[in-house]
């Protein structure tokens, strides 16, 4: 991220008539925040994945999600995901279903690179690295995109920023699955699982599809 002008706004607490040379730095440094704010919103959010010790996972992204609060980092460090799956096993002559790690020793966490970021991330306890940095402090590789929808589908998750909210009775176009440019309106919102009910119209019916938020966009 780039650095906040040193002088952000600091002008606007002058109470007296501001004499040229004011106006002059003054109008210097709206020019100043205007380029910070344009640079601040070009950033994306990534999703990268970190090394910590096998059998903390889940430790570590509960200690990220609480460091991400407490340190006000909730604009740069979005989900922190432990990728599971599940495993069927017979035991006594019943089927016992457990959650198991798809990559022990790995979580995986969405947010936007900058410095600050990537020193809240770094240092949680229990993280021992970026998978992708070359070390000395250099930035990481983010995973390609196909290879968060592969890992985040399989949970049944969505790989839209789950800041995108959806109500109930909002009319939408589905615009990836088998109900492809078709439009309805949302009936239900998990917002823990991304998931929405939507109803559309086909051969004069409604039909109710169960949708990923990453499969609508809002009219």
Same mark, same amino acid.
Request: no cysteine.
């Given at each position: 991220?780039?650095?906040?002008?040193?002088?952000?706004?600091?002008?606007?607490?002058?109470?007296?008539?501001?004499?040229?040379?004011?106006?002059?730095?003054?109008?210097?440094?709206?020019?100043?925040?205007?380029?910070?704010?344009?640079?601040?919103?070009?950033?994306?959010?990534?999703?990268?994945?970190?090394?910590?010790?096998?059998?903390?996972?889940?430790?570590?992204?509960?200690?990220?999600?609480?460091?991400?609060?407490?340190?006000?980092?909730?604009?740069?460090?979005?989900?922190?995901?432990?990728?599971?799956?599940?495993?069927?096993?017979?035991?006594? !002559? $019943?089927?016992?279903?457990?959650? /198991?790690?798809?990559?022990?020793?790995? #979580?995986?966490? %969405? *947010?936007?690179?900058?410095?600050?970021?990537?020193?809240?991330?770094?240092?949680?306890?229990?993280?021992?690295?970026?998978?992708?940095?070359?070390?000395?402090?250099?930035?990481?590789?983010?995973?390609?995109?196909?290879?968060?929808?592969?890992?985040?589908?399989?949970?049944?998750?969505s790989t839209r920023h789950n800041d995108v909210e959806f109500d109930v009775g909002e009319p939408v176009t589905?615009?990836?699955?088998?109900?492809?440019?078709?439009? !309805? $309106?949302?009936?239900?919102?998990? /917002?823990?699982?991304?998931?929405?009910? #939507?109803?559309? %119209? *086909?051969?004069?019916?409604?039909?109710?599809?169960?949708?990923?938020?990453d499969q609508v966009d809002k009219l």
């Amino acid at each position: 991220m780039p650095d906040k002008p040193p002088i952000f706004g600091i002008l606007l607490s002058v109470q007296k008539p501001p004499s040229m040379t004011v106006f002059i730095l003054y109008s210097k440094q709206l020019k100043g925040d205007a380029l910070w704010l344009k640079q601040l919103h070009r950033q994306k959010n990534d999703w990268y994945v970190l090394h910590t010790y096998s059998g903390y996972e889940n430790k570590v992204k509960t200690n990220l999600e609480q460091r991400t609060s407490s340190m006000n980092m909730d604009d740069y460090i979005f989900r922190v995901v432990v990728p599971e799956e599940e495993e069927h096993e017979q035991k006594n !002559g $019943k089927e016992k279903i457990e959650m /198991k790690k798809t990559f022990p020793g790995y #979580v995986l966490v %969405e *947010m936007v690179m900058t410095d600050q970021s990537w020193f809240v991330v770094r240092n949680t306890p229990g993280v021992t690295g970026f998978v992708g940095s070359h070390g000395a402090g250099s930035k990481p590789a983010p995973l390609l995109p196909e290879e968060v929808a592969n890992v985040l589908h399989s949970m049944g998750m969505s790989t839209r920023h789950n800041d995108v909210e959806f109500d109930v009775g909002e009319p939408v176009t589905i615009i990836d699955g088998a109900f492809t440019g078709m439009h !309805g $309106k949302v009936t239900a919102v998990d /917002k823990e699982k991304m998931k929405l009910k #939507v109803v559309t %119209e *086909m051969f004069d019916r409604e039909v109710t599809a169960e949708l990923d938020f990453d499969q609508v966009d809002k009219l």
